[in-house]
Structure formats: C-alpha cells, structure tokens
C-alpha cells in the first residue's frame, strides 16, 4: 500500500482534495490540515512538527501552493517515496517580482488579517450568482483564517530562502497560474490552461496521472 500525504495551500482545508481519487487497492490518501504556528516558529520547526502526522514510513508528500513549499521542508527530515508540488514553486527564484517586492518592503506584517476578513465582508454585499458562487467556493476552501496562522504563512512564503531543490522533486504547473506565473516557472510538467486552483479543477488530470507519476 502507498501512502499519500497531501497538504493543501495557504489557508485552505483539505477539501480541495475531495476529487482526487486513486485506485483503493493500491494508495491511501491522508489529507493534512494546518496547524496554528507557535510563536517564532520557524518554517522548519513547524516541517517538522508536521512530520507526526505522518505514520507510516516511505510516503509520498505532495503539497499544493504554499503547502508545496512545506512538503519540500518536511521532505529534509524523512526518506519518502516521492515528492511532488502542483501550483507552487521550487526556490525563491521562481516567486514574482511582486512577491519579492512585497518581502523587500515588509508588507506581509500587515496584509494577512485584512485579507482574510474580506471574503466574509464581500460575501454580505455578493451581487449575482456568479459572484456569490466565487464567494461561496472561497468560504468552502480557503477557511483558515486564523489571523496568527495567516502572518506567519505568508511570511514564510515570501520569506522562503530555498535555492536549490532536491534532484527528484516533481513540479506540477499550470500554465495560466496568476498566483506563480508559469513564465517563472522552470523544469515542470505543464497543464494548459491549468490555474492556481487546478488540483480542483483538473482533479480529472490528476487521478489519471498520478499514480504514473508516483509509480515512475
């Protein structure tokens, strides 16, 4: 039996992984939640605190967006089966320029708490059904707004000083991601047309290739 751990993005939960499906007879998906940081936790004491979730030996960690970023940390600590990111990126190299921008000026101090509060704001004022069918996919995926949990987050994301990644990491991309534009984006698998929320939106992608892909 394969063990997969999967690790959602940056304040979301694990349902956006509630379409993908592997075979039963040969994978066990575990869907991790984050957990509220300690305080001064670094990302690293944090990969590590992950890691007891984690119970069975040899998995495979695949993490989305920012939960990309953490399975490549926890991935230091373990021997694992296979390391795979979708959405994410594999250095500081590959963030966009606004991103860098945004660590430079130190604008991720007070970002956070205003942004999680403004899909419930936006929800009370949602005009016409497409709007309020946005609303109602963001309040159903993106619920971690603990405001700790959110200034941590995103300062460990656009703090992130990786370099180099591990030789055998696979990098899921879509090539219409407007959170890590694909032009940045180097030795990836690519999806066309695929978007920051693909593991959603292309899960029928994913439940064919991955088990190729893990296997490989």
């Known amino acids: ?76 600590f373990i021997t694992y089966r296979k390391l795979i990111i979708v959405s994410s990126v ?33 929800a009370n004022y949602a005009i016409g059904d497409r709007l309020k069918h946005k609303v109602e996919l963001y309040q159903k995926y993106l619920s971690i707004t603990d405001p700790v949990y959110l200034t941590w987050a995103l300062e460990q994301m656009l703090c992130w000083d990786q370099v180099k990644c591990k030789e055998d990491l696979v990098h899921i991309h879509g090539t219409s991601d407007p959170v890590f534009p694909y032009r940045y984006i180097n030795n990836c698998i690519p999806i066309p047309g695929g978007t920051h929320a693909m593991i959603i939106t292309k899960c029928k992608w994913f439940n064919k290739n991955l088990p190729k892909i893990i296997e490989n």
């Open 1 to 76: 039996m394969i063990h997969v751990y999967l690790m959602p993005g940056m304040a979301a939960n694990p349902s956006i992984f509630e379409h993908i499906k592997l075979p039963e007879k040969n994978y066990t998906l575990h869907a991790l939640s984050w957990k509220i940081p300690q305080p001064s936790e670094t990302l690293e004491d944090y990969a590590k605190r992950m890691l007891e979730e984690v119970k069975e030996a040899n998995p495979v960690l695949l993490g989305v967006s920012f939960g990309g970023v953490l399975v490549q940390e926890m991935a230091k």
């Open 90 to 122: 594999k250095s500081k190299l590959e963030l966009p320029k606004r991103m860098r921008f945004c660590r430079a000026l130190g604008l991720y101090r007070i970002a956070p708490v205003s942004l999680a509060r403004n899909v419930d704001t936006l």
